[in-house]
């Protein structure tokens, strides 16, 4: 078995590549097909011919297609992702001051996701075709059908408008911003090693209620992959040898049926991880949230294809990386893979 | 010689299928989770057929002199910031999304056939370049690969369509194929390609046709995630675009009025959740259906 891995590792690193490719063609297609036009938006309208030309070739755009592919890559390979029209700053400085918000919402989701769903299946899963199976169901398939950026609104309209249990948009209290020195910008991990605990407390605030909506509608995919698996061990004849042996209830469900379904549901968490960051895009919005959703979407509309191309690398890049990860768990932590 | 009945074949499947869709229906009804989906996507349809009859006001008529009222008699759902009645809105607004839903099924489902089935009758070298490109569009989260490719055709209801399409098809493919590599080696394909069928007849003739009840079904389900992506994509101002009564982007003029308004946000959010959640009901009951072990449970 040990001899196959390394073809193994090495045909999956050439697929990564030909996908890696394949991502490459794809934002250039899209950044090639835009009605704007590229040097218009550096230039401005009252520019002269003579400048506008001038940019014109400095953007390369006087070369062969094949060309122009060919200094893209050429960029993307030395991190050269060019200037941002709007904030004037290099994208990938951007997209690094702005990804940490995210992964902070993602994270604090993830866990609520997953705490949440992980229980609830296995409960489905015990209890099939009873009324906590139905009761579980309908729960999750609301999770998965809720328009999130709605739901995000009617929560802020009752749990910050109307009750006044949580913080409203934004990562903290206008109040607190600027009071926490920069040093990795997730603001929670700054505000505690700052040991600032007013402005750590008015974090959590802010967090919770977009962390609590994003980590519900992704606890709805986790819930039903667990259910299902779960069930898969359910029917097998260990699980029937085990309580007749005398092992109790709980001791079968948690020990034995659930401790061989976990590998799986590493991979399940991982995808649901990546497809966080989908949600985000929409909650950041509504709440106001200064993470990498927002940095997309604001500069979508005023067409900054710069900044819009890398933003959809770095997520094809970090799904890509999330695939892998969750492939290599799975290898380690499978025993029949090794 | 012989006359073959070539017609019998061809009168006996027609019906068979029919009734099996029969079946698949009665089986839906008895559960009150997919029958509650098969009823409001009835409701849905009706809705968009009768839209005129049913709305009480033009969608698009401005009254600046009642703008922001309250659900009442007069206006169910109240009135916008333009004082344009939001229940006549809705009513409308079912037209754009059964819009959607009908020409991404159109477009999504040919093209998921097509990848599909050539992937996976070919094999070999076609199958691993379709693959790889339908792993690459796998590899983006639909609402970001959409969002990109607005970007770059323009914000409008038909470029969100035509995103949406984009990203909807590779699950489509990826099935169509799984499909056909099992029918690929079965003995009338055989017999096709011995009386000297083309491939191309052998996929179009032999094998699209068993491969269309299981990609009808993936449209299925994969209609409630393509419902919420047009829903966010008018939320953006990205899709349909005002004074168009789109779901999504009334969620997203109401937003500016919804702490004094909530019926502006409120109303249309509820209708892209009842109807994404009866594709997601209706998906479900459709699983348990085509699960050989469930239906003859009930």
């Known amino acids: 078995m040990r001899r196959r891995v390394?073809?193994?590792?090495?045909?999956?690193?050439?697929?990564?590549?030909?996908?890696?490719a394949g991502l490459l063609i794809l934002t250039f297609v899209i950044g090639r097909i835009m009605p704007t036009d590229p040097v218009r938006a550096i230039v401005g309208e009252d520019a002269t011919r003579e400048v506008y030309e001038n940019v014109y070739r400095q953007l390369g755009l006087d070369r062969p297609v094949w060309q122009q592919f060919f200094f893209y890559v050429r960029d993307v390979l030395t991190f050269?992702?060019?200037?941002?029209?709007?904030?004037?700053?290099?994208?990938?400085?951007?997209?690094?001051?702005?990804?940490p918000a995210t992964v902070e919402l993602a994270t604090f989701a993830i866990?609520?996701?997953?705490?949440?769903?992980i229980p609830l299946g296995v409960a489905a899963a015990v209890n099939k075709d009873r009324w906590p199976d139905h009761v579980i169901r309908i729960a999750s398939l609301m999770?998965?059908?809720?328009?999130?950026?709605?739901?995000?609104?009617?929560?802020?309209?009752i749990f910050y408008a109307g009750l006044g249990w949580v913080g409203g948009s934004g990562r903290m209290s206008q109040f607190y911003i600027g009071l926490v020195p920069e040093r990795t910008n997730f603001l929670l991990i700054d505000s505690a090693l700052a040991g600032q605990w007013d402005v750590f407390r008015s974090a959590v605030n802010h967090i919770i209620l977009p962390a609590s909506?994003?980590?519900?509608?992704?606890?709805?995919?986790?819930?039903?992959?667990?259910?299902?698996?779960?069930?898969?061990?359910?029917?097998?004849?260990?699980?029937?040898?085990?309580?007749?042996?005398?092992?109790?209830?709980?001791?079968?469900?948690?020990?034995?049926?659930?401790?061989?379904?976990?590998?799986?549901?590493?991979?399940?968490?991982?995808l649901a991880y990546g497809s966080l960051l989908e949600?985000?895009?929409l909650i950041e919005t509504v709440f106001a949230w200064p993470g990498f959703g927002q940095y997309l979407t604001s500069n979508l509309l005023i067409g900054d294809m710069n900044a819009v191309m890398t933003c959809v690398l770095v997520v094809g890049l970090i799904f890509i990386g999330l695939n892998l990860i969750s492939d290599i768990l799975y290898r380690v932590f499978d025993p029949r893979t090794r | 010689m012989v006359t073959l009945p070539l017609g019998t074949a061809r009168r006996r499947s027609l019906p068979h299928g029919l009734v099996s869709l029969g079946r698949i229906a009665a089986f839906l009804f008895r559960a009150p989770p997919?029958?509650?989906?098969?009823?409001?996507?009835?409701?849905?349809?009706?809705?968009?057929?009768?839209?005129?009859?049913?709305?009480?006001?033009?969608?698009?008529?401005?009254d600046l002199q009642s703008t922001l009222q309250p659900p009442s008699g007069a206006h169910f759902f109240g009135t916008d910031e333009l004082g344009r009645d939001i229940y006549s809105r809705i009513v409308h607004g079912s037209r754009i999304t059964l819009t959607i839903i009908f020409v991404v099924s159109i477009v999504v489902g040919p093209i998921g056939l097509f990848i599909g089935t050539v992937a996976g009758y070919y094999g070999g070298r076609v199958d691993t370049v379709l693959m790889r490109l339908t792993d690459i569009f796998l590899s983006f989260p639909s609402l970001i690969l959409s969002l990109a490719f607005v970007a770059a055709l323009g914000p409008s209801l038909n470029n969100a369509i035509i995103a949406i399409s984009l990203t909807a098809w590779p699950p489509i493919a990826r099935l169509a194929r799984a499909e056909t590599m099992t029918f690929r080696s079965a003995d009338y394909i055989a017999a096709a390609r011995l009386q000297g069928a083309s491939s191309a007849r052998i996929i179009w003739k032999s094998i699209v046709p068993m491969c269309l009840p299981s990609v009808l079904i993936r449209l299925t389900l994969n209609m409630a995630t393509v419902i919420l992506t047009a829903a966010g994509l008018g939320f953006l101002g990205l899709g349909a675009q005002p004074p168009l009564p789109e779901w999504g982007a009334m969620i997203a003029t109401g937003r500016r009025y919804m702490i004094d308004s909530w019926w502006l946000v409120t109303f249309p959010g509820v209708a892209i959740l009842l109807v994404s959640l009866a594709f997601n009901l209706l998906g479900d009951g459709l699983r348990d259906a085509l699960d050989p072990k469930q239906?003859?449970?009930r």
């Not at chain 1, 050269?80 to 990804?99: K, Y």
């Not at chain 1, 866990?111 to 769903?117: E, F, T």
């Not at chain 1, 004849?237 to 379904?261: M, Q």
């Not at chain 2, 029958?35 to 049913?54: E, H, K, S």
């Open chain 1, 279 to 281: 949600g985000a895009v």
């Open chain 1, 6 to 20: 390394i073809p193994d590792i090495a045909g999956q690193a050439g697929a990564i590549l030909v996908t890696l």
């Open chain 2, 34 to 62: 997919s029958a509650f989906g098969l009823v409001v996507l009835a409701l849905l349809i009706l809705m968009a057929a009768f839209a005129p009859l049913l709305a009480t006001h033009d969608p698009y008529v401005q």
């Open chain 2, 295 to 297: 239906i003859n449970k």
């Open chain 1, 80 to 99: 050269d992702f060019g200037t941002s029209i709007r904030t004037g700053q290099p994208v990938l400085q951007d997209i690094a001051r702005v990804l």
């Open chain 1, 143 to 157: 999770g998965h059908s809720m328009p999130i950026f709605w739901t995000g609104m009617i929560a802020l309209l």
């Open chain 1, 111 to 117: 866990v609520i996701g997953a705490g949440l769903g």
């Open chain 1, 213 to 270: 909506l994003l980590g519900y509608s992704s606890s709805a995919y986790i819930t039903r992959m667990t259910r299902s698996f779960m069930l898969d061990q359910l029917n097998q004849e260990y699980v029937t040898t085990a309580r007749v042996k005398g092992l109790s209830r709980n001791k079968t469900i948690w020990r034995h049926a659930f401790g061989n379904i976990k590998v799986q549901l590493v991979t399940i968490v991982a």
